[in-house]
């Protein structure tokens, strides 16, 4: 099951300005900025702005507007930052055995260099 939400993770605090980032995007239902330890030669991360930990939680509980406004973002992001024609990862680590750091839902993207068949 997921757990509760969590408004002392880091992305909350992030989210209430409480932390710095390095913004890339944002709307209503997103922001995106870069991963503060990059994989990869871009690596960032989307959040919904919405209290959701993960995946399960999020398909679950939010709203149409909600889902399609973080999807869009996605897309978005990889546009906005040239990833699309060479093309990158997008990943989401979920839960214990997906080795989620951050319990809210986050997706990355990884880019700018041929990335192998599986990032570790
Ligand atoms: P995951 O939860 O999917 O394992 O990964 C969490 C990601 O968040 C990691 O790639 C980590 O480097 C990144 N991260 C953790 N804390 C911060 C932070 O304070 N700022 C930013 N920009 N990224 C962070």
Redesign the pocket.
């Given at each position: 099951a997921t757990l509760p939400y969590d408004d002392a993770n880091?992305f909350a605090r992030?989210l209430r300005g409480e932390?710095p980032?390095?913004k890339v995007f944002e709307d209503d239902f997103a922001l995106a900025?870069?991963?503060?330890?990059p994989?990869a030669p871009i690596h960032i991360?989307v959040i919904p702005k919405g209290r959701y930990v993960s995946w399960d939680d999020f398909s679950a509980t939010a709203s149409e507007a909600e889902i399609a406004g973080f999807v869009r973002a996605v897309g978005q992001v990889a546009r906005d930052n040239g990833l699309v024609a060479p093309g990158y990862r997008l990943l989401a680590?979920i839960g214990a055995h997906g080795?989620?750091?951050?319990p809210h839902l986050?997706v990355?993207l990884f880019g700018g260099r041929p990335l192998g068949a599986m990032l570790s």
């Open positions: 880091i992030i932390i980032c390095q900025f870069h991963d503060i330890a994989q991360l680590n080795h989620q750091e951050v986050h990355h």
